[in-house]
């Protein structure tokens, strides 16, 4: 398999947990419900067990990969090296106590915390941290940003507590690895896939899988921060009927789903005793295959972006919570975010009829892929009026998931144009490395050029935030310009849990952290 197939793996891993763990059309505020029938409590409560659901099965086995099935026991069970906060978008410490970067950008000091524990009882030292690097490396593994780890050239262990990594070039995207990699024991990580033992450090121990029906988490009375830990038990049920799990939801069987439908879950959000909680982010690529005519023209793809009314797509399709964005960044943590450039592609259709006939191009009819999801298919109804509207008449090919996942996956989309979702978590220096549309090389709009390649390598390459502001603007400038993959919007992630659940909170990648919650009435 070619270096931009694995790239495409790695992405949709990301893309797919993304898609999963979102409620689109949520409000973005947290904790908006009435208080009706309801209490609260200045302080948490200890004790009580939360019981929660979610559409796929775990793969214990996969924890380095993204996968769908762990976005509910990953947080719990294992930690990473590192977090990158929702707020400010820089690394706080979990496993590593402190790190200090190079001048240069190339090497890396880490130290970490003191006597961390396995479940198992064996003490978290430096060489089980370069044993999960190695299989973050490892193209076998699947990691979700093995291109990351791939460029790191040296790695040392310093003491117990201590490593030093070297890099190949500047790596200031080496916090979105760390984001999805989480430490891993190389005394027993043969066993995890079986699910039988899953030996991590966080405050919850896997206690035990029934495959297809339920997971049991337990306290980890050994924890180094037990006293912040307030549950006793987690305990996530195999719910693969979206329905089912709203119902079940509703009747009071479960405390929070992840996997009910968009629109399910807006409307149980507005009712009293449920609110909605902020899980990650999305972007709506609009992919246009290069290699096939007339899209070879820059203009064409100009007057496609013109034609789109994003704002009338943010309020039907989002019920107003999201941004009608031409940039995939996310705008509160992303260095350098150019709100001039995300306003670029505005609702202009007589540009759009102008720029077409300057082209040479009138009633042209095309195929468009798409995922066969409520939000997918109502994004897809507005872009079809409006391309229509100025002569470009486009015909849907909805998809399944899996089908979606695994052209894109082989490179063979199969229509020229492709409304896409991709998580926008990770930073632009990762994002265009690992997001499939933003690639260099081998994206699935087949578009290359040297200065496309040279911009991107500009803004891996870029450390400090001058430089990478000034990366990031030359580079979404030539993106903008040449419209391979401008998003339709940019939204974030909403979920949906009752109310006597307190604390729980999405990661920048969209994966939900449970280890704080606690439970009111």
């Known amino acids: 398999m070619s270096r931009s197939r694995n790239k495409w793996r790695r992405a949709l891993a990301c893309a797919a947990v993304s898609a999963l763990c979102t409620v689109s059309a949520c409000r973005a505020a947290v ?13 948490p409560r200890d004790g009580g067990t939360l019981v929660v659901a979610q559409t796929q099965d775990p793969d214990p086995g996969s ?41 240069d950008g190339k090497s890396m000091d880490l130290t970490l915390r003191d006597g961390v524990k396995f479940h198992s009882g064996a003490t978290l030292d430096a060489d089980d941290v370069i044993f999960t690097l190695k299989k973050a490396q490892d193209p076998a593994t699947g990691a979700a940003n093995q291109a990351i780890a791939s460029d790191i050239s040296g790695m040392k262990a310093v003491g117990d507590d201590e490593l030093k990594l070297s890099f190949s070039k500047p790596l200031p995207n080496i916090y979105d690895l760390f984001e999805t990699m989480p430490i891993l024991n190389p005394a027993t990580y043969a066993q995890y896939a079986a699910g039988k033992v899953v030996d991590g450090t966080g405050p919850f121990v896997w206690k035990s899988w029934t495959p297809g029906a339920k997971v049991q988490l337990a306290r980890f009375p050994g924890y180094r921060d037990a006293d912040k830990i307030h549950l006793d038990r987690i305990e996530i049920n195999i719910i693969s009927d979206p329905t089912a799990m709203l119902s079940a939801i509703r009747s009071g069987r479960i405390q929070y789903g992840n996997g009910v439908s968009a629109l399910d879950a807006y409307t149980l959000s507005e009712q ?13 690529p609009l992919a246009i295959d290069v290699s096939q005519k007339p899209f070879d023209n820059k ?5 496609v972006q013109y034609a789109i009314d994003r704002k009338r797509i943010v309020q ?23 709100k001039a450039g995300a306003r670029h592609y505005t609702y202009d259709p007589e540009k759009a009829k102008r720029l077409l006939k300057q082209a040479g191009v009138s009633d042209l009819s095309f195929n468009m892929v798409t995922l066969n999801t409520p939000e997918a298919t109502g994004v897809f109804q507005i872009v079809r009026n409006n391309l229509a509207a100025v002569g ?44 499939p549309e933003l690639l260099a090389a081998g994206n699935p709009q087949n578009f290359s050029s040297p200065t496309y390649t040279r911009l991107v390598k500009d803004v891996t390459n870029a450390t400090g935030e001058a430089a990478q502001a000034k990366a990031l603007k030359a580079y979404d400038d030539y993106f903008l310009d040449q419209a391979f993959a401008v998003p339709v919007l940019v939204r974030p992630g909403i979920a949906v849990s009752t109310r006597a659940v307190h604390g729980l909170v999405g990661t920048q990648m969209g994966f939900i952290n449970l280890n704080h919650v606690w439970l009111g009435q």
């Open 31 to 43: 904790d908006q419900v009435a208080a009706q029938g309801s209490g609260t409590f200045a302080s």
């Open 63 to 103: 924890f380095l990969k993204t996968s769908l099935g762990n976005v509910l026991t990953e947080q719990s069970v294992l930690e990473t090296l590192t977090s990158i906060d929702q707020k400010t978008g820089k690394p706080r410490g979990v496993l590593a106590r402190s790190w200090h970067v190079a001048a």
């Open 272 to 284: 009293p005793g449920f609110k909605a909680i902020s899980v990650g982010g999305s972007a709506f």
């Open 299 to 303: 203009l064409v793809r100009q007057a």
């Open 316 to 338: 039907q399709v989002e019920s107003g919570q999201g941004t009608a964005a031409s940039l995939p960044w996310r705008e509160t943590t992303t260095v350098g975010y150019d």
């Open 392 to 435: 470009l008449h486009a015909d849907a090919e909805a998809l399944s998931a899996t089908e979606y996942d695994s052209r894109l996956a082989a490179g063979k989309l199969g229509a020229p144009v492709t409304l896409m979702l991709a998580s926008n978590g990770l930073s632009p220096a990762s994002a265009v490395v690992s997001r």
